[in-house]
Every structure is written in C-alpha cells, then in structure tokens.
C-alpha cells in the first residue's frame, strides 16, 4: 500500500506554508472497513495528510537535511466527515521552525467548508543519535515521500515564478 | 515589561495548551512531570509555545537543563547530587528553587525542581535579562 496521503501540492512557499489536495476515492482500502455501508474517511488518515504536508513543509525548509518526525499533536478537531468524491484542500503554515524541530497550525477543508484544523509538532531527529540508530540514510525522506518532495520543489518553483513581477 | 502576574497568567495559558491539563491542576509548585504529566517532547512543546507567547528566544538547555551531568563522578556519587553538582545545578538554574531538594539531592528527584512557578521566575529573569551568560551545556 503507497502511504502518501496528499495527492499534489499546489502552492508551496518555502519555509513558510504549504497547499495540498487529496481526492478521496472509493477505491481507498479504508473505506472498506471504516465503515461497512457507511464509508467514512478514518479522522487519523486526514491527520496524516495534514502531517505529510507539514512535514515536507518543514523538511524543505532545511533542504531535507533533517529527519522530520512527528513527536505530538497538541490539538486536534475533526468538525465533519469526509466522503468517497469530496476533494480535500491541506492548508498548512509554519508556526516556529528550529534546530530542535518546528510546530505547524493545519486545517482541511472540502468546498470552502472547515472540516478539521489541527496543531501538529515536528522534532528533528537528533542526528549524531539517529546516525547510531540509522546510519546516514534519511529513513524519512526516502522512496515515495521522495517523489512528492520532487513535486513540492517544482510546486515552489512555479509558485514563485508565478509571483515574479 | 510583563508583571509577574501577567507572566504567571500565560505560563499557566502556556502550560494548560501544552499538556491537556485543566486550569485549576495549575498551581505554582506543580511539578511539570509529577503533577502535570509532562512527557520528554512536552519539554520542547513548551519551549516553542514560551517563545512564541512571550517573543523571545530560549537557547537550547538554558531552560530545562539536558543531561546536565552525564555521569561525571564529581557531580553524582551513589544517585545522588553531590555539593558540587548542586553548585553546579544553582549556576544553571538559578530561577530555581532548591529548599526541598537540598534535603534530599536524589538525582531522579532532578525533575522535581521543574515547576510551573519555576518557568514563571525563568521568563520574569529572561524578560529582565538577569540570566547568566550561556555556558556550553
């Protein structure tokens, strides 16, 4: 199963904040068992979309030298449900990015209307003890996350294009 | 410049963000990890909220020390603080308070000095620059 939980970026302002969509689809397997006869997306899969998002966010803000985790969610609401065909919009911005790791403030929506909002802290890993535990491979951003990081990077690009005079 | 009470008011805001605690478990001797229930990335969770609520910057380890010992038999004899070490641990810390653990300087009971009141006197020195210079902790 491809855990990436945002489908595109579309705008991406380096170190500061970022847009994401997701298109739920039917197909989904979660939909399978969450819930038989009445398919709701799980609320901690739009957690994820919303971490995945900020979490390349404040990835990018340090060229992905840092392995971003994620250490809590200090807040976190959930006001409607998502459904099989409704497009979610992942608004993310950086509240305060450090060596140490950062917070971020997100929230969803689907046509304009809030359907969750969440406060999400990122820690970085610290590297001389990660190197231990991992070596120098950058367990996080790697394989898939790796490609949409390609994405986010040519979404930066064309977001500051855009905004050239 | 804040008043004490305006500083102890967001701490306890701060505090009541961070930890999911209600209000009124907020009292100045609270101890963050005793009483509170603070975890170790709470620590930094608070760091980052103290900074933002209050606009200043704390460097690493200046509010709550990180592993201010590691094991130097000058500071810790048998599990607990030696005359030096808490010398040590008054140079670090001086905005907090000592009287109980004195008594019994148990390292494990280190944790016990990180109190609500004890964030409070840190952001009133910080806010007046009374801090000592950053040492290379």
Same mark, same amino acid.
């Given at each position: ?7 595109? @970026? /579309?705008?991406? %302002? ?11 689809? +039917? &197909? ?6 969450? @819930? ?15 971490? *995945?998002?900020?979490?390349? +966010? ?22 409607? %449900?998502? $459904?099989?065909?409704? *497009?979610?919009?992942?608004?993310? %911005? ?27 802290? !990122? ?9 231990? /535990?991992?070596?120098?491979?950058? @367990? ?7 490609? +949409? ?14 905004? &050239?005079? | 410049?804040?008043? *004490? ?37 709470? !620590?930094?969770?608070?760091? !980052? ?16 020390p990180?592993?201010i010992f590691?094991?130097d038999p000058d500071l810790i004899q048998?599990?607990k603080v030696t005359h030096k070490g808490l010398d040590e641990l008054r140079t670090k810390m001086p905005f907090a308070?000592f009287t109980?653990f004195e008594?019994?300087p148990?390292v494990?009971?280190i944790?016990?000095l $990180?109190?609500?009141?004890?964030? &409070?006197?840190?952001? *009133? &020195? ?6 000592p210079?950053?040492s290379?902790n």
């Open positions: 199963m491809r855990w990436i939980w945002i489908d595109r @970026f /579309l705008t991406f %302002e380096s170190g500061k904040s970022a847009r994401a969509v997701k298109n739920l689809s +039917l &197909a989904e397997d979660h939909f399978r068992e969450h @819930f038989p006869g009445y398919p709701v997306m799980p609320a901690s899969l739009m957690l994820e979309g919303l971490a *995945q998002t900020g979490g390349i +966010l404040v990835g990018e803000a340090n060229q992905f030298r840092e392995k971003v985790v994620l250490a809590k969610v200090p807040y976190a609401r959930f006001l409607q %449900e998502a $459904f099989a065909g409704d *497009q979610l919009i992942y608004d993310v %911005e950086i509240l305060l990015l450090r060596m140490e790791g950062a917070s971020v403030k997100g929230k969803i929506t689907v046509d304009g209307v809030l359907i969750a909002e969440a406060e999400i802290f !990122f820690a970085h890993l610290d590297r001389s003890r990660s190197r231990q /535990l991992f070596g120098d491979h950058n @367990f996080v951003f790697s394989g898939e996350l790796k490609h +949409l990081l390609g994405l986010a990077k040519v979404a930066a690009k064309s977001s500051q294009d855009a905004s &050239a005079p | 410049m804040p008043s *004490q009470e305006e500083i102890y008011t967001k701490v306890s805001e701060t505090l009541v963000e961070a930890l999911n605690v209600d209000e009124d478990e907020i009292k100045p001797s609270a101890t963050l990890q005793g009483d509170l229930g603070a975890e170790s990335i709470d !620590f930094l969770d608070i760091v !980052f909220r103290l900074e933002r609520e209050f606009g200043i910057k704390i460097p690493r380890g200046e509010l709550f990180e592993s590691q094991g048998d599990g308070d109980g008594k019994n148990e494990n009971a944790s016990d $990180f109190t609500v009141d004890m964030i &409070a006197r840190y952001i *009133q &020195a910080k806010l007046n620059g009374t801090l210079p950053p290379d």
